[in-house]
């Protein structure tokens, strides 16, 4: 393992132990810091809707927090990027307030993807209705092409639309190659 790698896993470890700090323990639904793929995201998914359907919340709010988490877990698997050694480093941590549920994430991404994430991300929180950010999905959809990984660039945004708040968006450079990414989003329960 190089020292890159190194410095990148102790970043990602010491953030994720932070937030998870600074989370009440009585809010916590699930807190997962650890490689992500198809069978990880599946037992994760379970444990989310079993976990949310326990808090008796209304169905809506329900059907939007397991969309974007299951959305947000499989953007993170395609689109999150790998260090020199191949390895993907990411969690998740999700909450309930009294007043939302709360979905924290990060994973790694090359600064390179860094301005346009960044434009892509504040464009969609500048849209103060919703009826103006469907718009600017059906646009999108209409006039996007796919991108290497099989993207349209939609996921943000329906992560926003379902969510109802805007993005809290934060990059930190972890180097000359790659910066941590970390996404909050907040479905209000009622």
Request: glycine residues 6%.
């Given at each position: 393992m190089?020292?890159?790698?190194?410095?990148?896993?102790?970043?990602?470890?010491?953030?994720?132990?932070?937030?998870?700090?600074?989370t009440?323990?009585?809010?916590?639904?699930?807190?997962?810091?650890?490689?992500?793929?198809?069978?990880?995201?599946?037992?994760?998914?379970?444990?989310?809707?079993?976990?949310?359907l326990?808090k008796?919340?209304?169905?809506t709010?329900?059907?939007?927090?397991?969309?974007?988490?299951?959305?947000?877990?499989?953007?993170?698997?395609?689109?999150?990027?790998?260090?020199d050694?191949?390895?993907?480093?990411?969690y998740?941590?999700?909450?309930?307030?009294?007043?939302?549920?709360?979905?924290?994430?990060?994973?790694?991404?090359?600064?390179?993807?860094?301005?346009?994430?960044?434009?892509?991300i504040?464009?969609?929180?500048?849209?103060?209705?919703p009826?103006?950010?469907?718009?600017?999905?059906?646009?999108?959809l209409?006039?996007?092409?796919?991108?290497?990984?099989?993207?349209?660039?939609?996921?943000?945004?329906?992560?926003?639309?379902?969510?109802?708040?805007?993005?809290?968006?934060q990059?930190?450079?972890?180097?000359?190659?790659?910066?941590?990414?970390?996404?909050?989003?907040?479905?209000?329960?009622?």
């Open positions: 190089s020292h890159t790698t190194n410095i990148i896993d102790e970043y990602f470890d010491t953030q994720f132990e932070q937030k998870l700090a600074s009440n323990p009585n809010e916590l639904i699930v807190a997962y810091d650890g490689v992500l793929n198809s069978e990880t995201i599946s037992k994760l998914e379970s444990e989310i809707e079993g976990k949310i326990e008796n919340l209304p169905k709010v329900v059907r939007k927090v397991f969309f974007i988490c299951v959305e947000t877990l499989q953007n993170m698997l395609i689109h999150g990027f790998k260090d050694n191949g390895a993907q480093h990411n998740i941590i999700l909450s309930v307030t009294p007043t939302h549920i709360i979905l924290k994430t990060a994973n790694l991404v090359g600064n390179n993807a860094v301005p346009k994430l960044s434009n892509d504040e464009k969609i929180n500048s849209f103060d209705e009826s103006k950010l469907k718009e600017f999905y059906l646009e999108h209409e006039n996007n092409e796919l991108s290497e990984k099989g993207g349209a660039g939609l996921g943000f945004i329906t992560i926003a639309m379902k969510s109802g708040n805007k993005l809290g968006v990059f930190n450079s972890l180097n000359d190659k790659f910066s941590h990414f970390s996404v909050e989003a907040k479905v209000n329960v009622e």
